[in-house]
């Protein structure tokens, strides 16, 4: 299928639109306010972040806020994205593969549509930790309301906030790496919205071909 609309000049192609890039940024502004505030409630060795912050207690009112404010962007991007990260069969030999990808021979790898194995991983792993989150975090957030029967969601929700957020924090440090330093042309892609065709080409070729319509184009 193609879609002209989506190649933009000077060789480049549209990857993120206005919306979904305003999106993501919410939810980096916001998470990387949570983490820090996280943290600093989490350990007194890094409490000092949240005196950096505007002190204990604002960051103590704020972090809920921002933590609603963090889902509502991951549900957005749920919302644009989740049908494109379904697993696929293609998806299954991207892992066999992954070796490869990990040692940077990209023409040994099968053929990534828009998101690769990898992506979807990530964003399926960000949306259950932030879905888990919310609901461990409502409890944090209001203990006083759950009754004394069910008092176990509140020492639940001890464990399983932290424990979500060590998950992610595990994803945002890969996240960063990728986006920034191993998949050069990628950052541009949340900034300015387009990457170079030889980008689309090297890392996300199946995309490449359904946006200009052209399944036999050479790969490089
Ligand atoms: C400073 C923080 C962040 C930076 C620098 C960053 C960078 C990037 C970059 C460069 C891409 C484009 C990758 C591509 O299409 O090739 C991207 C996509 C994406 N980002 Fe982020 N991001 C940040 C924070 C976050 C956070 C907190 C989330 C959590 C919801 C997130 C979720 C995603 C998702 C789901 C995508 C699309 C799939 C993917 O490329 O992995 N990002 N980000």
Do not use: C
Not at 63 to 85: D, E, K, N, R, T
Not at 156 to 181: C, D, K, N, R, V
Not at 184 to 202: H, N
Request: hydrophobic share 50%; charged share 15%; aromatic share 18%.
């Amino acid at each position: 299928m193609s879609h002209p609309e989506q190649i933009i000049p000077h060789g480049h192609i549209l990857r993120y639109n206005l919306r979904e890039r305003l999106t993501h940024w919410v939810a980096a502004a916001s998470y990387m306010y949570l983490l820090a505030t996280g943290l600093a409630f989490w350990s007194p060795w890094l409490f000092w972040m949240a005196v950096i912050l505007g002190g204990a207690p604002v960051s103590r009112i704020l972090h809920p806020w921002a933590g609603l404010i963090f889902f509502a962007s991951v549900w957005m991007m749920y919302v644009m994205w989740a049908p494109q990260m379904k697993h696929t069969d293609a998806d299954r030999k991207w892992w066999a593969a992954v070796r490869y990808y990990s040692t940077n021979q990209d023409d040994k790898m099968p053929p990534a549509g828009r998101y690769n194995a990898g992506q979807k991983f990530l964003f399926w792993g960000f949306f259950w930790s932030a879905v888990a989150l919310l609901a461990s975090g409502v409890v944090l957030w209001f203990p006083e309301y759950i009754p004394w029967n069910l008092r176990f969601l509140r020492y639940l929700s001890i464990l399983i906030h932290p424990a979500a957020a060590l998950f992610t924090i595990g994803l945002f440090m890969i996240h960063l790496y990728m986006g920034i330093f191993a998949e050069r042309g990628a950052f541009g892609s949340v900034i300015r919205g387009d990457v170079s065709i030889a980008f689309a080409k090297r890392y996300h070729p199946g995309w490449y071909d359904e946006i200009v319509g052209e399944s036999s184009s050479p790969r490089k």
